[in-house]
């Protein structure tokens, strides 16, 4: 009876210490990682776009008392903030400026020296191929060869009406 109560009691801890090791925080952090949380998306989030200008929430949620001084200054007549103090404010509301997120970015040279990659090595493949892999081209490929199989159509007059024959001036020895 007491073998049997043991079991179960070693076969709940097997199982808890498989769930905990199991989990994902245990086994990110076990690695070195840092977990990540998790985001609630029925919550207003931020986010930079120019098709919807006006995100759901400001960029800062906790001000600092140098924050909140300046948002207090905001409520009064704006002829009294600097210049730098109104683009403080609008960095509080917003993380970057239509231009700002309209500036390009230099990605298209990393997706063109791929695609030049990969051209180069389809490239080598295909010499290799043609080095190591396919046999020679036949004889019949050679320029020789076609010479000597033309004159011998012309000799026979093949196709005198509408082939090749037929735009060979027999009497002068040239294409018509």
């Avoid at 001000?63 to 009064?76: C, H, N, P, T």
């Avoid at 000597?148 to 159509?153: D, E, G, I, Y």
């Amino acid at each position: 009876m007491l073998h049997l109560t043991t079991g179960r009691v070693g076969s709940l801890l097997a199982q808890r210490v498989t769930a905990a090791l199991t989990s994902s925080s245990v086994r990110m952090a076990s690695h070195g990682h840092e977990v990540a949380a998790n985001e609630d998306l029925s919550q207003p989030m931020y986010w930079d776009s120019t098709n919807v200008p006006l995100p759901d929430r400001r960029y800062k949620v906790t001000l600092s008392s140098e924050d909140e001084r300046l948002k207090q200054k905001e409520k009064g007549p704006w002829d009294q903030l600097s210049k730098e103090e109104k683009l403080a404010l609008y960095r509080l509301s917003f993380s970057q400026t239509f231009s700002e997120m309209n500036q390009p970015s230099a990605e298209w040279k990393t997706v063109v020296g791929t695609i030049f990659i990969f051209l180069g090595l389809t490239g080598l493949i295909v010499w290799w191929q043609k080095v190591y892999v396919f046999p020679k081209p036949p004889r019949t490929f050679d320029d020789e060869w076609q010479a000597k199989q033309l004159q011998r159509m012309l000799e026979m007059r093949m196709n005198p009406i509408e082939g090749i024959s037929s735009k060979w001036d027999y009497e002068k020895g040239q294409w018509k």
